[in-house]
Nanobody, 123 residues
């Protein structure tokens, strides 16, 4: 499975970005998917996850109410809509495919990772 994340960029605080993750190779329609991020000088942090059917999603407290994760299994894509962005959202964002089919917050539950896309939010 190859995961390609895109949609990052530079945006002012309060703005929006839409990240996409496209999967190729073996499909992910039976797997949970997640987004994680790594800010400068910090460890990898869970952002959001979604079950294979899309009927369960979870969010980090820091993004709850601002970010929305969704998926289109027919198109092998997962999307992270990010609204009301804050400078502390600045990070490299990674999409990942879970080993199982549920929604997982732990990075240990993921076995395929994309290359990351940079999101920078200016104040």
């Amino acid at each position: 499975v190859q995961l390609q994340a895109s949609g990052g960029g530079l945006v002012q605080a309060g703005g929006s970005l839409r990240l996409s993750c496209a999967a190729s190779g073996r499909t992910f329609s039976n797997n949970g998917m997640g987004w994680f991020r790594r800010a400068p000088g910090k460890g990898r942090e869970f952002v959001a996850s979604i079950s294979w059917r899309g009927d369960r999603s979870d969010y980090a407290d820091s993004v709850k109410g601002r970010f929305t994760i969704s998926r289109d299994n027919a198109k092998n894509t997962v999307t992270l809509q990010m609204n009301s962005l804050k400078p502390e959202d600045t990070a490299v964002y990674y999409c990942a495919r879970a080993i199982g089919s549920w929604s997982y917050a732990s990075s240990s539950q993921y076995n395929y990772w994309g290359q990351g896309t940079q999101v920078t939010v200016s104040s």
